[in-house]
């Protein structure tokens, strides 16, 4: 975990270029007994290999592998620029991370900013604080969207879908999602027919949570058919993602499917209407990662900048880490894949250039993605 201390972070900085800003940290991880003098030097080759900048005002300077010698402990300073400094191509970093590290051990870190970088509100929040103590709230994910819990209750012998209901909200009560009044609040609504017999009832509970309860026998409500009831406990706005799926899958006329699988069709990535059978439009292949500290920056973003350079839907997993499928083409969601040396990634491209895509993705991988096969 990205664990910070009031010491490590400077607020309120200013400098004239990201040269200024990187000499800056690279004396702060050095007065920290972090890294041996010559890591700057480090940092400025690696920044002249690869800009460091991730997005939302966010930059990660770090090192080269030929100056990981220098590190002594692995670990980061921070420093906060409110007017911005320019670092690659106009793009304006607010937050400047500098890290030190002795082997793979940064990839963590990358992960856990990912939430940041998907987050527009945190990233304005990291450049306009006036307190140390929002910096590492934010980065250390305390105020995030709180993560959904999932749970499934099975052939419950309801006799109506208000039992169901109840079943469900006693099952989310025991879980420790609501209180006695959030459910008592929530047994005075009547759920929401979505359609091919999926109802759903919605509540804010102190937990955001998903729950799936199915009848033993078929149900109806009215005229209506009663598959399935979902629950949703909502905290914060950390079920957004799944009620986008929900919407995806209505659209889709897949709402039945939600019953007979579960919830697995919420929590995998959005899902997409089946696209039309042509001959030799899908195509998959697997690599793997030969550079020895993984996909950090630079290497990750080699990899969607290659992937953004073919017009095909193109889809990535590690199956090494949580086998979860992302959008090649987002360095926020290839970075989140926590991938290290030796990892498998599975490439799945549809489109008129699918195969020559996976041909070029081979081939960067197989050289090290910028950084030689043998970095």
């Not at 080759?45 to 990981?68: C, F, K, S």
């Not at 109506?160 to 047994?187: F, H, I, N, P």
Request: proline content about 4%.
């Amino acid at each position: 975990m990205l664990t910070l201390a009031p010491e490590q972070i400077l607020l309120g900085q200013k400098a004239a270029n990201k040269g200024e800003a990187i000499a800056l940290l690279a004396g702060r991880l050095e007065a920290a007994g972090l890294v041996e003098s010559g890591y700057l030097a480090g940092m400025q080759a690696r920044e002249a290999q690869h800009a460091t900048y991730l997005g939302n005002g966010i930059a990660i300077p770090h090192g080269t592998t030929d100056t990981r010698h220098l590190v002594r402990q692995t670990g980061v300073q921070v420093a906060q620029f409110p007017q911005g400094v320019e670092w690659d191509d106009g793009q304006l970093a607010y937050l400047v991370i500098a890290i030190a590290a002795k082997s793979d051990e940064h990839l963590g870190i990358l992960r856990q900013l990912t939430h940041v970088l998907g987050d527009e509100a945190a990233a304005l929040r990291l450049r306009d604080t006036t307190e140390v103590a929002d910096i590492i709230a934010v980065l250390s994910g305390q105020g995030a969207a709180a993560e959904p819990q999932f749970q499934r209750l099975e052939h419950f012998p309801a006799a109506s879908l208000d039992e169901l209901q109840l079943a469900a909200a006693a099952r989310a009560k025991s879980a420790g999602w609501m209180d006695t009044d959030t459910l008592a609040a929530l047994l005075g609504q009547a759920p929401l027919h979505l359609g091919q017999g999926l109802w759903l009832a919605r509540t804010r509970a102190a937990q955001a949570g998903w729950l799936l309860a199915t009848p033993e026998q078929p149900l109806h409500a009215g005229d209506e058919p009663v598959n399935g009831l979902l629950l949703l406990c909502a905290n914060g706005a950390g079920h957004e993602v799944q009620l986008t799926r929900l919407a995806e899958l209505a659209a889709a006329g897949r709402l039945a499917e939600l019953a007979s699988q579960g919830l697995a069709l919420l929590q995998s990535e959005a899902p997409r209407a089946p696209a039309p059978e042509v001959a030799g439009e899908g195509h998959s292949a697997t690599f793997t990662i030969v550079n020895p500290h993984g996909l950090h920056a630079r290497p990750g973003a080699m990899l969607v900048k290659v992937a953004k350079e073919y017009g095909a839907d193109i889809r990535v997993a590690n199956l090494d880490g949580s086998g979860e499928e992302v959008n090649a083409k987002s360095l926020m969601k290839v970075i989140g894949l926590g991938v290290k040396c030796g990892h498998r990634l599975a490439f799945r491209a549809s489109g008129a250039d699918a195969a020559a895509a996976l041909k070029g993705l081979g081939e960067a991988i197989a050289t090290g993605l910028g950084e030689g096969a043998q970095a």
